[in-house]
């Protein structure tokens, strides 16, 4: 939330992305790891890597969505 209070946006916006980052994965995993079960012969391991997946991507998305402010270098003060 620091890097885009400049733009005026503030921590809504950031809150909002870490949800999405955090929800999504874990309705992809709810609505697939039971037919992903059946078809690898149950275990975990399959949820488990649909999960991985779905978690990288929402973070990937979280990382692209977020707007990027110009590099600033911290003031020293005097």
């Given amino acids: ?3 885009i ?5 503030g921590q809504g ?5 870490l949800n999405l980052a955090i929800v999504v994965p874990q309705i992809v995993v709810s609505l ?3 037919p992903w079960d059946q ?3 149950g275990g975990n391991s399959p949820a488990f890597a649909v999960a991985a997946v779905a978690a990288l991507m929402s973070g990937l998305l979280a990382l692209l969505a977020i707007p ?3 590099t600033q270098k911290p003031r020293s003060r005097v």
Wanted: aromatic letters at 4%; glycine letters at 28%; a neutral charge.
């Fill in 39 to 41: 078809i690898f012969g």
């Fill in 13 to 17: 916006l950031s809150m909002g992305v």
């Fill in 32 to 34: 697939g790891s039971g």
């Fill in 68 to 70: 990027r402010t110009g």
């Fill in 1 to 3: 939330s620091t890097h």
């Fill in 5 to 9: 209070e400049p733009l005026g946006l």
